[in-house]
């Protein structure tokens, strides 16, 4: 099992950026770690994820060059910088968990991000 632990969420204006962080705990140390969104009537999105051993990045292309995922294994800790942040990037921010099989089952429980034009 593992719990997630969101935060760093909130209010932004437009250009504005804002970092999120996901705290790790539990009995089982995650192979992946990712974040994802969800907007209002939207369906959740995947945003970006690490794979923790080696450090290597994916990202969905509308944040590309935009956001950065690092992590601090040391502190168990998985982080989302979000520059030059659009309206559209408004969502509930969910941190997730997966192990080596790539499966995201452990979820957090999501922080608001709100961009304002």
């Known amino acids: 099992q593992v719990q997630l632990v969101e935060s760093g969420g909130g209010l932004v204006q437009a250009g504005g950026s804002l970092r999120l962080s996901c705290a790790a705990s539990?009995?089982?140390?995650?192979?992946?770690m990712g974040w994802f969104r969800q907007a209002p009537e939207k369906a959740r999105e995947f945003v970006a994820h690490i794979a923790l051993n080696s450090g290597r990045t994916y990202y969905v292309d509308s944040v590309k060059g935009r956001f950065t995922i690092s992590r601090d294994n040391a502190k168990n800790t998985v982080f989302l910088q979000m520059n030059s942040l659009k309206p559209e990037d408004t969502a509930v921010y969910s941190c997730a968990a997966a192990q080596s099989d790539g499966t995201y089952k452990y979820w957090g429980q999501g922080t608001q991000v709100t961009v304002s034009s």
């Open positions: 539990g009995r089982t140390f995650p192979s992946f």
